[in-house]
């Protein structure tokens, strides 16, 4: 995984971004409050890590009626991925940040109970084993701590046809493709509690990326 994670950001253009920024932003900043401590788990170049800290650090939101201009006493946002390579442009984009080397889908180098907020967006689909990731996650999260992820339904068009349950076929680098129901169901077998997932952006029949929200 690691290997193919470092060609894949080695050889990405740095202005580079995904067609649903907009909509991951937004979800982002309406789930992170001022004084939070945030893990980005699977931060990539740090695109939303800088969102989450806008959030969490300084309270800053487009809005500025939902602005907190006190600052934020025991705010804290930590990026961690796979690949250096990556890694290499989080540090450059946010020099004041910190961002650790570690294995995504495997033991997180963190404490128990050590976080507010677990953020991973684009995450999950790609994860070999996805019990011990969620695992991993509930241990790092506080107790009614939150994880908030995002991930494409793939599974649209087969929905439509009665041709899925819960996983469809990998698609690419995918290992796991997820609709609304199968999302929410598979959050709640792992013990997550108050699980709200929706599409995050609007009409495409095959490509739309969905957002979750569970506590811990």
Known sequence: ?????????????DDLAPP?????????????RVGERVLDLG????????????????GVHPDAALSDARGAPGGEVLGVDVAEA???????????????????????PLDDNAFDVVWASEVIEHVADTARWLSEVRRVLAPRGRLLLTTPDHGRLRLMLGRIERYSPPLGDHLHLY????????????GFGDVRVRGLTGLPLLRRTL??????
């Not at 957002?211 to 811990?216: C, L, M, S």
């Open 86 to 108: 990556a890694l290499r442009r989080a540090r450059a984009r946010h020099p004041r940040l910190v961002f650790v080397l570690a294995p995504v889908d495997g033991p997180l």
């Open 20 to 32: 649903d920024l907009g909509a991951r932003t937004r979800f982002a900043l309406a789930n992170v």
């Open 179 to 190: 609709t609304e129901h199968s999302l929410r169901a598979l959050l709640s077998e792992f």
């Open 211 to 216: 957002g979750a929200r569970a506590v811990r």
């Open 43 to 58: 931060c990539g170049d740090g695109t939303l890590t800088g969102v989450l800290a806008d959030a969490a650090l300084t």
């Open 1 to 13: 995984m690691r290997d193919y994670y470092e060609q894949l950001w080695t050889e990405l253009p």
